[in-house]
C-alpha cells in the first residue's frame, strides 16, 4: 500500500499541522473543514479550511518546512467536498474532541473511502471502540487511531493504535508510512483512554499543578524544577500546557476522568481564569504564559494575575541542571526547602501511576520510555528515571507516603534496564527492541567498532565497508581535535580500501556549530597570527580533504550546521541531510566571513552554474552568494536549504532523524563503485566592477541606518573574495579564491571590531552589532 495522497478533515493546530508535515514531505493533500457559511454559493463557504491552511503558513515555528509545499494543500469543506477523500490513501481525521461528530464523520467517510484507503483518528485520548460504534467490517479493518503530538512537524512520537479487527497489513503499512515519509518514531499503544504519553502526561500535569498549591510554589518555580533538571524537556510543564493548547488540556482531562473513573479534575482557576476567558495558550495568544513587548508574564495563580517572570536558576538547581542526567537525577534528593520536598513528591506521584498502569498501557516498558521522551521530549524515559534515582529509594518514598509497591517494582531485579536488555511485564529480561532502520552509532562504540577515536572525534565501523566519522566536541564544534581525526580517519579509510566514510553524528542539536571561536580569541589575545594563519590553512586542507578523497564522502547534516559545519557540508561528494537542518555561514555575526572555503564553495557552484550558457550575466551567481554570506542567511529546513543553494538537487533529504545514518550508508555504496573525485574548477571572476556593484548595495545599507561601518567593511571584505580582488575580470582557481579567503579573513580578525564582537558572542552567545 503506497500513501501518495492524505485527506485531513479538521483544520485546526492539530489538523492543519499534519497536512502541512504530510505536504512538506511530498504529498498531494486534501484539508476540510466545516462550512464557513449556510449559503452554498457563499465565498466564505470553505473559510476555516483556508483559515487553517494560513495559520499554518505563518506559524512560528513554521509548520511547512518550505513556504512551496503549501501549493501541494487543497483546501474544501465537509458539506460540499467530502467526495475529494475518494482519492485519498490515508484519511485522518483531527476534528472536535467528542465521539459524537467524530462517529458521525465516520459515517460519511465509510460510504465513499476507496478499498484500499486507510482510515485514521488523531484523538488524543478517546478509545477507538468508542470511535468505531456502528460501522462495518470493512471499515473496522482499514481502521486505527494515529495520535500525532504539538507540533506534528517537530514532535518525533506516533503513537499507533490498532484494534483487535485492524488489518496486520494495514498497521505494517501506516508504520512504514509514518516512518520512512512522515519521519515520526511509532509506538504501539493499547486502546485505553488517553493511550500511553498523554495518559502519563496529563496525570503528571494535573499531579503537578495539586502538588504546586500543596507547597505553595509559582509556575515559574515548578516549570524551573520539572525540566532540565528531571530530565525533561526545556518546556517543563506549563510551557508544554500552552503549548498543546489548555482547551485541548481541559476536553483530555474530561474525557479520561470520564472513561476510567480516575480524578483528573484540573484545578478550578485553570477553569474559571484562563480556558473560560480564552486564555488558551500559544494559539490564543497567552495561557499559562503571556507574552509582550516588555517581557514574558507568568499567570500567578494566587493572585489571578499576569505578573514579570521570575526563572528559577543559581544555586544547588543551577549545579545539578549542568550535570549529566545519570547523575542530574539523583541530585534531587538533596534539594533542601519547599522545592526540594515538591520535586521528590513529584517523581514518586510520576514514579508510582506508572508503575501501576504500565502494562494496561503499553506492551513493554521500552515503548512507554520512548513515547514520553518522543512525545513530550524527555531525554529519559519514566523507568530510565527510576533506573537512575534507584529502586530501593523509590521502595523508602512509597511505604513513607503510604502507597502500595506496585507489582511490577518487585519484579526488577535491582534495574528495569541491565547491559542492553529490559524487564518485560512478565519479569523476564529480554534484549530492547532496536528502531527500524537505525544505526546507532553509540551502540556501535561499545561493541568495539572503533577505528579511531582521539577524544574529540572518532570513526566507527558502520559495516559494508562503510566508516562513520563522528565528532564528539562540545556542540561538535570543529576545533584542532576534530581536523586531525578528521585527516587520520580518511587516511584510515583509504588503508582499509573502504568504500567510503560519512561524516555524522546522533546529536539532536546540532551537526556541529562551527570553529571554536574560544580558540581563536586566545590567539589573537596572544598575538599568534602566524599560528592563526596555519590554522586557517588547515581548516581549508580539511573541507578540500573531503572534496579531494578517492572514496565517496557523504555528509549526513543535522540540526544546527553552522558556519564550519556549512562548510564541510557544501564539500561532500554527497549530503544526506536530516530534513531539521538549519544550515548558514553565519561568521559575519562575528565580524568575520566564511574562510574554510565556504566562500570559495558558494562562488564556484553559482557561478559554475550560468557560465554554461552564452551571454549570462555572472553578476547573479555573485549576488546570489553575497546575500547568504552577507546576510548570514540560515535555512529552517533542509528543504529550505536546497532552494537556498546549500544543497544541490542530486542531494538527498532523510524525514526520519533514526535513519539518516543508514541511508547516508547507502548513498556511501550507490557512490562508491568507479568513484573518482571531481575535477578542480575554474571560474570567471569579475574584479573590481562586481566589487563596485556590490559596495553600492553595502552604501545604500549604511545610509539606511541598516548597517553600521563595520557591517560594511565586512560586506566589503566578502565581495573581494567572490569577485577574485579588485582587478580586472579574470579567471580564477578554487585555490585563488581560497588564498583570498585566509588573507580577508585575517584581515577582519585584525580589527578591533571583530574582535570585540567575537568577546561579546562567547560571553552573551549572542551576536553584537557595532
Not at 446 to 463: F, I, K, P
Not at 487 to 506: H, P, T
Request: hydrophobic share 45%; glycine share 12%.
Amino acid at each position: 500500500m503506497r500513501v501518495t495522497t492524505v485527506g485531513v478533515v479538521g483544520a485546526g493546530a492539530m489538523g492543519s499541522g499534519i497536512a502541512a508535515l504530510a505536504a512538506s514531505a511530498g504529498c498531494r493533500v486534501v484539508l476540510l473543514d466545516i462550512p464557513g457559511d449556510p449559503d452554498p454559493a457563499s465565498p466564505n463557504r470553505s473559510a476555516p479550511a483556508r483559515t487553517g491552511l494560513q495559520k499554518a503558513i505563518k506559524s512560528k515555528p513554521a509548520s511547512f518546512m518550505e513556504a512551496a509545499a503549501a501549493s501541494r494543500v487543497r483546501t474544501g469543506n465537509t458539506a460540499d467536498h467530502l467526495s475529494w477523500l475518494a482519492e485519498c490513501d490515508w484519511i485522518c481525521e483531527a476534528i472536535i474532541e467528542q465521539p459524537a461528530p467524530k462517529q458521525e464523520l465516520f459515517a460519511k467517510i465509510e460510504a465513499l473511502m476507496k478499498p484500499t484507503a486507510i482510515v485514521s483518528s488523531n484523538t488524543s485520548g478517546i478509545p477507538m471502540a468508542v470511535l468505531l460504534e456502528g460501522r462495518g467490517e470493512r471499515f473496522r479493518r482499514r481502521f486505527l487511531g494515529t495520535h500525532f503530538f504539538n507540533p506534528p512537524r517537530y514532535m518525533h512520537l506516533l503513537e499507533v493504535i490498532p484494534t483487535p479487527e485492524t488489518d496486520h497489513a494495514v498497521i505494517g503499512a501506516m508504520r512504514s508510512f509514518a516512518e520512512r515519509t512522515l519521519g515520526k518514531g511509532i509506538v504501539l499503544a493499547k486502546d485505553v483512554p488517553g493511550f500511553i504519553a498523554n495518559r502519563l502526561g496529563v496525570f503528571g500535569m494535573v499531579a503537578t499543578m495539586r502538588r504546586m498549591e500543596q507547597h505553595g510554589l509559582t509556575i515559574d518555580e515548578v516549570d524551573g524544577l520539572t525540566g532540565s533538571l528531571i530530565g525533561r524537556a526545556r518546556s517543563a510543564t506549563f510551557r508544554t500546557g500552552d503549548l498543546s493548547g489548555l482547551d485541548v488540556l481541559a476536553h483530555v482531562t474530561r474525557g479520561i476522568g470520564a472513561t476510567t473513573g480516575e480524578d483528573f479534575a484540573l484545578p478550578a482557576w485553570v477553569h474559571d481564569e484562563l480556558v473560560a476567558k480564552g486564555k488558551l495558550g500559544d494559539k490564543s495568544g497567552g495561557g499559562f504564559y503571556q507574552k509582550t513587548k516588555a517581557g514574558t508574564l507568568t499567570f500567578d495563580w494566587k493572585t489571578k494575575e499576569y505578573v514579570p517572570q521570575q526563572r528559577l536558576e543559581g544555586g544547588d538547581i543551577g549545579a545539578a541542571i549542568r550535570l549529566p542526567v545519570a547523575q542530574r537525577l539523583p541530585a534531587i534528593k538533596s534539594i533542601p526547602g519547599a522545592l526540594g520536598a515538591f520535586i521528590r513528591d513529584h517523581v514518586v506521584d510520576a514514579a508510582h501511576y506508572t508503575l501501576t498502569l504500565a502494562s494496561q498501557l503499553a506492551h513493554d516498558i521500552v515503548a512507554i520510555d520512548r513515547a514520553m521522551e518522543w512525545g513530550y521530549g524527555w531525554e529519559a524515559g519514566p523507568f530510565q528515571v527510576m533506573d537512575a534515582l534507584g529502586l530501593d529509594w523509590l521502595r523508602e518514598q512509597f511505604k513513607a507516603e503510604g502507597l502500595d509497591i506496585p507489582a511490577l517494582l518487585d519484579l526488577a531485579q535491582g534495574s528495569f534496564y541491565r547491559q542492553g536488555e529490559y524487564l518485560t511485564f512478565d519479569g523476564t529480561y529480554e534484549p530492547i527492541p532496536g528502531i527500524p532502520g537505525r544505526i546507532a552509532l553509540a551502540g556501535l562504540a561499545a561493541s568495539g567498532r572503533v577505528l579511531m577515536d582521539n577524544g574529540l572525534s572518532r570513526l566507527l565501523d558502520v559495516g559494508d565497508g562503510v566508516a562513520c566519522f563522528e565528532f564528539r566536541s562540545k556542540m561538535n564544534s570543529l576545533g584542532q581535535g576534530v581536523l586531525e581525526g578528521l585527516e587520520q580517519s580518511l587516511r584510515k579509510v583509504e588503508q582499509l580500501g573502504f568504500n567510503g566514510m560519512i561524516i555524522g553524528n546522533e546529536d539532536a542539536r546540532a551537526f556541529s556549530v562551527g570553529a571554536d571561536l574560544s580558540l581563536v580569541s586566545f590567539a589573537v589575545s596572544a598575538g599568534a597570527w602566524d599560528d592563526i594563519d596555519a590554522s586557517i590553512r588547515t581548516f581549508q586542507n580539511a573541507t578540500m580533504s573531503i572534496r579531494r578523497a578517492p572514496f565517496p564522502v557523504v555528509v549526513a547534516p543535522a540540526g544546527m550546521t553552522l558556519g564550519g559545519g556549512a562548510e564541510f557540508t557544501l564539500h561532500a561528494a554527497a549530503v544526506q541531510a536530516h530534513a531539521e537542518t538549519y544550515m548558514g555561514l553565519v561568521e559575519v555575526g562575528v565580524g568575520l566571513l566564511p574562510g574554510g572555503g565556504g566562500t570559495k564553495e558558494l562562488l564556484m557552484r553559482f557561478t559554475g552554474e550560468l557560465q554554461q550558457y552564452e551571454e549570462v550575466d555572472l553578476f547573479a551567481a555573485v549576488k546570489r552568494a553575497f546575500k547568504l554570506i552577507a546576510f548570514a542567511t540560515t535555512s529552517t529546513s533542509a528543504f529550505e536549504a536546497r532552494a537556498f543553494g546549500f544543497l544541490r538537487d542530486g542531494d538527498r533529504i532523510s524525514m526520519n532523524r533514526d535513519h539518516q545514518i543508514s541511508d547516508a550508508k547507502q548513498r556511501v555504496l550507490d557512490l562508491a563503485p568507479g568513484y573518482l573525485p571531481p575535477l578542480e574548477r575554474r571560474v570567471r571572476a569579475l574584479g573590481r566592477e562586481g566589487i563596485g556593484n556590490l559596495e553600492y548595495a553595502l552604501w545604500a545599507a549604511k545610509e539606511a541606518g541598516q548597517a553600521s561601518a563595520h557591517d560594511v567593511r565586512v560586506g566589503r571584505a566578502v565581495a573581494y573574495v567572490l569577485c577574485g580582488g579588485d582587478g580586472t575580470a579574470r579567471d580564477v582557481t578554487e585555490q585563488d579564491i581560497l588564498d583570498l579567503e585566509r588573507e580577508q579573513f585575517l584581515s577582519l580578525l585584525g580589527t578591533r571590531e571583530t574582535q570585540e564582537r567575537i568577546a561579546y558572542t562567547l560571553k552573551t552567545g549572542k551576536p553584537l552589532r557595532n
